[in-house]
């Protein structure tokens, strides 16, 4: 196993979000538990602390900088487990497995207006047998079912057109095989024009119902057709999930021959995918690797994995800077009891994990210096904007070139993705001065016309 190295001091102590929990988890990773939008961030998780099982919710509106009362937005005399959300705005969709009575059941809810209330509880399936999952994209909402027809688990998908006040009809994705086929664990991912999903799936070894590879299938057009479905792996493999970046599709399984993190990669919508590639280097015989769960921005990857049964069992972190092609020495985050999910609000990394029913947040202020996605504080642009800071470094005063006329909105942060000041200029530059800030990496955001960029501004 690799130890942790000295990047280990970048990431902050992991801190309890879950004070007053009780045996709190999370889901798998083919269900995303925390998602950002700009420096928002929304976390979801199952809690015992009633006698019955409820998904609570916190945010925190400031990139992990403080964080609200968790609250329960189901009914706590459940039995909620598995949460999965997406967002998109203000607008946050929430998934979950619920048994109470004996019956499986798919439920869906959602908040319009970024957490502060609740409603429009939906039963979206009474014939479950393993958790939903959730994408959205714009109005429309996809969920991901797991139903158990004929003594075989079996994948569907529905579809909100409406923002999640009603679905559509069911749609079978996976095809398993006869008897005691498996296919389940969906991961799903859409951008609005394709939908792409996987899953665990052991029809290619009949005899065997625990040996399940991962499959994928795509639909070029939100669900109307959709292609045939692809088997990614030809070895055991485990715990997909699907992550889109613009044109870059990735799936990201465990286990694999030795038991690593494992990644199949596609750079043009899923039309030709690539050889599957060995992420991490684990070579203890003894141990698993499962559950990665990544976010790729440009050419930067960054993937959590967990693996066991190390004592404590371990969350660990990579991250590659040229698209995933090689990749940094493994830093142990902390010990866990379940699936890490990390997210974006740039240039923060924000990563949360349950651990012995307890949630535990980290982060690290500069982990995604790089990044050009367009939560956080920025989409980052840099110099390719016309937009220009002299000099740079500087001590006392710097000049912001914007290249062009307008009104242009400032803002200073520090590295930590605080929020320092706020100015606005309707000229071609703007005098900044600076001397009253401590040395150290700034950044500067620019907004004009609806379009944000950054610009990282050093301070002597």
């Known amino acids: 196993m690799l130890l942790p190295v000295t990047l280990m001091a970048q990431w902050s102590n992991p801190v309890n979000i879950s004070p007053n929990a009780m045996n709190a988890s999370m889901n798998e990773n083919m269900g995303p538990c925390m998602a950002s939008s700009h420096d928002t961030l929304h976390v979801i998780w199952s809690d015992h602390r009633t006698h019955g099982y409820a998904i609570y919710y916190i945010r925190s509106i400031d990139s992990g900088n403080t964080w609200s009362t968790a609250v329960a937005i189901t009914d706590t005399m459940g039995y909620a487990s598995m949460p999965s959300l997406a967002v998109n705005g203000r607008n946050i969709h929430v998934v979950w497995w619920d048994t109470l009575l004996g019956i499986a059941c798919s439920y869906y809810e959602h908040s319009l207006d970024g957490g502060n209330t609740w409603g429009g509880k939906l039963c979206i399936d009474s014939n479950t047998d393993y958790w939903p999952g ?20 079996t994948v569907f998908m529905t579809k909100s057109i409406n923002n999640g006040n009603s679905f559509g009809a069911e749609q079978q994705i996976s095809t398993p095989i006869s008897g005691t086929g498996r296919s389940e664990d969906q991961g799903m991912a859409t951008d609005g024009k394709y939908i792409h999903m996987c899953w665990n799936d052991n029809r290619d070894h009949p005899l065997n119902p625990r040996v399940l590879e991962t499959y994928y299938r795509r639909s070029k057009d939100m669900g109307a057709t959709w292609e045939t479905e692809v088997d990614l792996t030809d070895t055991t493999s485990y715990s997909p999930m699907v992550f889109l970046d613009s044109a870059h599709v990735d799936v990201a399984f465990g286990f694999g021959n030795i038991g690593n993190a494992w990644l199949s990669q596609s750079d ?20 698993s690797e499962a ?10 990857i960054y993937m959590v994995s967990h693996i066991f049964p190390t004592i404590p069992w371990g969350e660990w972190y990579t991250q590659s800077s040229d698209g995933g092609i090689t990749w940094s020495p493994q830093i142990l985050l902390g ?14 990394l924000n990563v949360v994990w349950p651990d012995n029913g307890i949630i535990y947040y980290t982060r690290n202020p500069t982990g995604g210096l790089s990044c050009s996605t367009t939560t956080g504080i920025a989409n980052t642009k840099h110099n390719d904007t016309g937009i220009s800071v002299f000099p740079n470094p500087a001590s006392t005063t710097a000049i ?18 605080r929020k320092l000041s706020r100015s606005t200029c309707t000229e071609t530059e703007f005098k900044f001065s600076c001397s009253e800030l401590s040395a150290g990496i700034y950044f500067i955001k620019v907004t004009h016309n609806n379009s944000n960029s950054i610009i990282k501004f050093l301070k002597q």
Do not use: M, Q, W
């Open 134 to 153: 959730v994408a959205v994209s714009g109005a429309t909402v996809l969920i991901s079912i797991d139903k158990k027809p004929a003594l075989r688990t």
């Open 268 to 287: 043009d919508s899923g039309n030709i995918r690539g050889s599957n590639f060995r992420v991490t280097t684990n070579s203890n015989p003894n141990e």
């Open 291 to 300: 559950y990665p769960f990544l976010v790729h921005d440009g050419l930067n």
């Open 335 to 348: 010990s866990c009891s379940g699936t890490a999910f990390i997210t974006l609000t740039c240039p923060l």
């Open 400 to 417: 912001i070139n914007f290249g062009e006329g307008g009104i242009h909105t400032i803002e200073l942060y520090d590295v930590t993705g």
